[in-house]
Nanobody, 118 residues
């Protein structure tokens, strides 16, 4: 089992920055990969960025130049640094953890709201 708690969302102006945090209930070394997803109003959930236990990263093409995913293993936390935020970045941002063994398990956080408005 992995519990995930996101934080750091809020109201931000276009062009601003935010850093989202996702704290896991166990060592992220034991988690194969973690990712940030988002779901905007009336939209499907989409991948924003992901990071493996070996620190390999993957980004959605439209966000790779503005967002950065990173991990702090000592704090069991994955971050999403969001820069040059746009109105279309408004969404609920979710953290996901995937643990693969004999079976693959997926765990989701409760989400954190990011609202971009002037």
């Amino acid at each position: 089992q992995v519990q995930l708690v996101e934080s750091g969302g809020g109201l931000v102006q276009p062009g601003g920055s935010l850093r989202l945090s996702c704290r896991a209930s166990r060592s992220i070394f034991s988690i194969n990969h973690m990712g940030w997803y988002r779901q905007g109003p009336g939209k499907e959930r989409e991948l924003v960025a992901a990071i493996t236990s070996g620190s390999r990263t993957n980004y959605a093409e439209s966000m790779k130049d503005r967002f950065t995913i990173s991990a702090d293993n000592a704090r069991n936390t994955v971050y999403l640094q969001m820069n040059s935020i746009k109105i279309e970045d408004t969404a609920v941002y979710y953290c996901k953890a995937v643990v693969t063994g004999l079976r693959t398990y997926e765990y989701w956080g409760q989400g954190t709201q990011v609202t971009v408005s002037s």
